[in-house]
């Protein structure tokens, strides 16, 4: 069986680091919430070894959450990370102080002594770079810990007990501001811990192909197409698994991007041999959106129509016992939230969520465990074009939400030729890897311009592109303004029926990507 590290959640923004060094490593591993672990949850797991987390709430204070004494007495290593450090010094019988020193940001540790965690990474002596995020800290250890690197702020700031195989971090080893901390992690996992490093994307497919062919038996599977990589991925897995068993459907929206439809279907049909049924909705599409302008009501009819189209065509093809999707890892994450509370909707993100019980499907996920960029590694592993894999997120809504105000056939076909001279300047000067997101979005207004004698009064697009490393952030990016100068020029003069080209440069947040 592969080798399983169980890191347990207490709410930091950065437990998922934990589990992408983790990971990179060549070792699987889990994220759980400390709330659910517990002596049952630790002995099913079967982990190799244990990490906790950091988090925001303080061990000083009574109802804060701590770490179900199983994980000590599993017999296995324990790697407490800031918060985590704090609650099993606290818990082991240690002392753990509101500190008055905080450190935030950049810090220095001494190492003062070595230990199995060093081994081959720190020697005693050293001055290291670290990343520090706390208020409390460590001021006494409990018995069988020993001091092994000290900071300003922090007298404690690496702790060992090399007999239980217990380490305490007050730093984060798993951002990329501790520069050796990925090296810390892997010595925890392979040195101590005694993983094998065997988590590889081969070892994936085979693995994900038998779990795939136990779940479907001899049921059948439909799987929503959407062009993007996920949804990709998880048909060529499933096709591998399950072979004819598996249908694709293509939903044409009329909303894609200029060629999408065609490399859809070349790529799958042509080269995969996939059954695939390419439908075109996108009449339906547009006059269910007609005369619509609210960005909520436009993604709730999209979300809508694309149920109904896809279940009248899976019916339409015989029929199904399972939905493929392509859920990723962060988005079955479930992490600690100290905060609690709903959060406000911004954006009501189309997905194919109310399928599976419209249909009566089972699911099949495929990729359920699996980050970004282990699904493009994973794609790569099967052979699949690194042009597909590479591509930008592209939303559900398609160009419905990068089209302001009521949507119309004609203005989806201006808006496709501008977004596509866009992104082939951003690829012709090597930038689309750079950048998350690239694309057009037509404005709601027209203004007056001049071409050769005559006066113009046409229509705007604004230009996005950002960089971001999950999409919940990101920042506009910086062309040159001769870049953005050449494209707009392209633009006005190519495209009929545009006559002004805008740059958004605004950050997220305030901003979201797409516009509505
Ligand atoms: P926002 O606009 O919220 O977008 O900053 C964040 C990321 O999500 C994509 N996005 C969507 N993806 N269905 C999707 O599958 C949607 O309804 C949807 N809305 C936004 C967006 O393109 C960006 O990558």
Known sequence: MTDRILIVDFGSQVTQLIARRVR??????????????????VASFAPRAIILSGGPASV?????????????????????ICYGQQTMVEQLGGRVEAGHSREFGRATVEVTAPCALFDGVWAPGRRETVWMSHGDRVTA????????????GAPFAAIADDARRFYGLQFHPEVVHTPHGAALLRTFTHAVAGCGGDWTMAAFRSQAIVRIR????????????????????????????????LTCIFVDTGLLRHGEADEVVTLF?????????????????????????????????????????????????????????????????????FHGGPSVTIKSHHNVGGLPERMKLALVEPLRELFKDEVRALGRELGMPDRLLRRHPFPGPGLAVRILGPVSRDKADLLRKA????????????????????????????????????????????LRAVTSTDGMTADSYPFDHSFLARVAARIVNEVRGLGRVVYDVTSKPPGTIEWE
């Not at 250890?141 to 300003?152: D, H, I, K, Q, T």
């Not at 479907?216 to 068993?245: F, K, M, N, P, Q």
């Not at 689309?432 to 690239?438: C, T, V």
């Open 269 to 337: 049909r042509g080269h995969y041999n996939i059954p695939l049924v390419h439908v075109d909705a996108s009449q339906r599409f547009l006059t269910a959106l007609d005369g619509v302008d609210d960005p909520e009501r436009k993604r709730k009819i999209i979300g809508a129509t694309f149920i109904d189209v896809f279940d009248e065509e899976a019916h339409r093809a015989g029929g199904a016992d399972f939905l493929a999707q392509g859920t990723l890892y962060p988005d079955v994450i479930e992490s600690v939230s």
């Open 24 to 41: 990179e490593a060549g070792v699987y591993c889990e994220i759980a919430p400390c709330t659910r672990v517990d002596a049952a949850f």
């Open 214 to 245: 136990e779940r479907v038996g001899e049921g059948r599977v439909v799987c929503g197409l959407s062009g993007g990589v996920d949804s990709s991925v998880t048909a060529v897995l499933l096709h591998e698994a399950i072979g004819e068993r």
């Open 60 to 80: 000083t204070e009574a109802d804060t959450p701590r770490a179900d004494p199983a994980i000590f007495a599993a017999g296995v290593p324990v790697l407490g």
């Open 419 to 462: 977004d596509a001279i866009f992104l082939q300047e951003i690829d012709l000067a090597g930038l689309y890897d750079a950048i998350w997101q690239a694309f057009a979005v037509l404005l709601p207004v027209r203004t007056v311009g001049v071409m050769g004698d005559a006066r113009t009064y046409d229509a705007v697009v604004a």
């Open 141 to 152: 250890l409990p018995a069988g810990f020993r001091a092994v690197a000290v900071s300003e």
